[in-house]
């Protein structure tokens, strides 16, 4: 059987938004949302659908506490811890987001 050359597979375009030459060769990283930059595989985390720095971006928008995978939420692309979301985006009125303590029993 004779050995045939090998042909190069046709070239398709990547779905990388970078511009960059290199990046669309080499596949290009994802931009941290809040900062902007790059992200890289050593200081990536993934919460809310996009890929933020661990160290210093993927904390509270509004107090700042460092977040978890599982201990965030997010609203318009922006993530929040817990608390801070339920003051901010939580349900309103009497009795909300004050406590069992401001409930009483009027029997």
Known sequence: MPLLPSR???????????QSPLAQKFGGTDKCP??????????????????WHKSGCFRCALCGKGLESTTLA??????????C??????PKGFGYG????????TQ
């Not at 997010?74 to 608390?83: L, S």
């Not at 979301?85 to 939580?90: A, I, L, S, T, V």
């Not at 004050?98 to 029993?105: S, V």
């Open 34 to 51: 809040r900062c902007g930059k790059a992200v890289y595989a050593a200081e990536k985390v993934i919460g809310a659908g996009s890929a």
């Open 85 to 90: 979301y339920g003051k901010n985006f939580g």
């Open 8 to 18: 190069a597979a046709p070239h398709q375009a990547t779905t990388n938004q970078n």
């Open 98 to 105: 004050q406590g069992a303590g401001a409930l009483t029993n």
């Open 74 to 83: 997010d609203k318009d692309g922006e993530i929040y811890c817990k608390a």
